[in-house]
């Protein structure tokens, strides 16, 4: 049944907000009572980041919240970002001992013809991602013909010549990592 009354639009910036700041704004995560508590679980949490322990892990491990967990990778942002170096050296160490030990038992022939493939294949795919180079590479195929490249060079000579300004580059500089530990 239709009306002739004027229907009346509401809108919702005109009606006065239904809750306060208090009950819409989540919670406020610090860790605080977790390192009062339990100092060891928040140790752990951090040493556990530092190792890039999955989260789940340490969620189960220590008993605590993502959020929690989030709080203190950026409390303790600094102190894992050391640690990491330090890893990374411990780890660059273990890789050149290594690589070093490889060698000499491929000098002594005592590497089974099974694994030697395998373990070259490695360190091949490890040398290549030190250097920054991809892991693997797709090499596509194309056959073009004359005719295809002659009008590709047509069109370029058709289009519109843009004048740009070039600008050199200067590349950052290397930050060098000392070769001592930080912990004198």
């Known amino acids: 049944m239709p009306t002739k009354k004027r229907r009346v639009v509401v809108e919702p910036d005109n009606l006065p907000a239904q809750t306060t700041v208090e009950e819409t704004c989540p919670s406020v995560y610090t860790a605080a009572a977790l390192k009062q508590k339990r100092p060891d679980a928040y140790a752990g949490v951090v040493q556990g980041l530092v190792e890039g322990t ?9 008993k605590v919240g993502a959020h929690t ?11 894992i970002a050391q640690c990491k170096q330090v890893m990374q ?5 273990a890789a050149q001992s290594s690589v070093e030990k490889y ?4 000098e002594a022939d005592k590497i089974p013809d099974g694994v030697l493939p395998i373990a070259t294949g490695i360190l091949i795919d490890k040398a290549r991602a030190a250097d920054g180079e991809p892991s693997q590479v ?20 058709k289009a519109e010549v843009i004048e740009a300004e070039v600008v050199d580059v200067k590349e950052p500089e290397k930050v060098e990592m000392p070769s001592e530990p930080l912990n004198g």
């Open 69 to 79: 967990i989030a709080v203190v990778r950026s409390r303790e942002k600094e102190i």
């Open 103 to 106: 060698i000499e038992r491929l």
């Open 89 to 93: 050296g411990l780890i660059g160490y």
């Open 54 to 62: 999955p989260l789940t892990r340490i969620q189960k491990r220590y």
């Open 138 to 157: 797709i090499e596509v195929k194309r056959s073009v013909t004359l005719d295809e490249v002659k009008a590709e060079l047509d069109e370029m000579k």
